[in-house]
């Protein structure tokens, strides 16, 4: 099973994916553990982007995606894996399916976890005063001003991902603002009845 879950910061993709990984026994593969793990396990493409980040520069799409084919290639991914944050551009989203192809495979689905923008920004502000009252220090992603930055820029970059893949007929949606356990509900009845209409629920779907 390959899947890739969208849906903005706050939407509850880790906690989801970690379920999945529980129920399927497959891996989550998220850019930012590729990355260091390539790095520490001192492969040809993890030497180039030490390299780079030891310059203190952005790792580049061919870098990422040359990481992610090969940590797709592992033993433990033969029967499938969760992509968490990646694909983030159009580009990388046609990286891995020329990656996938070039390997006779294919995604399963695209499950979008639709939310509601004002209620995460409103939620991540309670939690932030929570955290104040508590005496706790508020952690930066629950700053409600730079959490608003972050899904500006997850706007201008991966929702156009959403009509990628619901031209394709891989998007599902589900409704990430239920309770957890509602919206992993959702999930296995998108993974246990693929054939449904694309997008429900989706952006495009509403």
Same mark, same amino acid.
């Given at each position: 099973?390959?899947?890739?879950?969208?849906?903005?910061?706050?939407?509850?993709?880790?906690?989801?994916?970690?379920?999945?990984?529980?129920?399927?026994?497959?891996?989550?593969?998220?850019?930012?553990?590729?990355?260091?793990?390539?790095?520490?396990?001192?492969?040809?493409? %993890? !030497? +180039? #982007?030490?390299?780079?980040?030891? *310059? /203190?520069?952005? =790792?580049?799409?061919?870098?990422?995606? &040359?990481?992610?084919?090969?940590?797709?290639?592992?033993?433990?991914?033969?029967?499938?894996?969760?992509?968490?944050?990646?694909?983030?551009?159009?580009?990388?989203?046609?990286?891995?399916?020329?990656?996938?192809?070039?390997?006779?495979?294919?995604?399963?689905?695209?499950?979008?976890?639709?939310?509601?923008?004002?209620?995460?920004?409103?939620?991540? %502000? !309670? +939690? #932030?005063?929570?955290?104040?009252? *508590? /005496?706790?220090? =508020?952690?930066?992603?629950?700053?409600? &001003?730079?959490?608003?930055?972050?899904?500006?820029?997850?706007?201008?970059?991966?929702?156009?991902?959403?009509?990628?893949?619901?031209?394709?007929?891989?998007?599902?949606?589900?409704?990430?603002?239920?309770?957890?356990?509602?919206?992993?509900?959702?999930?296995?009845?998108?993974?246990?009845?693929?054939?449904?209409?694309?997008?429900?629920?989706?952006?495009?779907?509403?």
């Amino acid at each position: 099973m390959r899947l890739i879950l969208l849906g903005p910061p706050g939407a509850g993709k880790g906690t989801q994916a970690q379920r999945l990984v529980e129920k399927y026994g497959i891996p989550q593969l998220s850019t930012g553990d590729m990355l260091r793990a390539a790095v520490q396990a001192g492969t040809e493409v %993890g !030497k +180039r #982007a030490k390299a780079v980040m030891d *310059a /203190g520069e952005l =790792v580049s799409d061919a870098i990422v995606n &040359a990481i992610v084919a090969e940590r797709i290639d592992q033993a433990d991914c033969a029967g499938g894996f969760i992509l968490d944050g990646y694909p983030r551009t159009l580009v990388q989203a046609d990286a891995v399916e020329s990656m996938l192809s070039a390997r006779g495979l294919t995604l399963d689905a695209v499950i979008e976890l639709v939310v509601d923008d004002k209620a995460l920004v409103g939620r991540i %502000g !309670k +939690r #932030a005063e929570e955290a104040k009252a *508590a /005496g706790l220090p =508020v952690r930066k992603d629950d700053n409600p &001003a730079v959490f608003e930055e972050r899904l500006k820029e997850y706007y201008k970059k991966t929702s156009p991902l959403i009509g990628y893949y619901y031209a394709k007929g891989k998007l599902r949606g589900v409704d990430g603002m239920a309770d957890i356990d509602a919206v992993t509900r959702q999930i296995e009845a998108v993974l246990t009845a693929p054939t449904q209409a694309a997008a429900q629920g989706s952006a495009y779907g509403k």
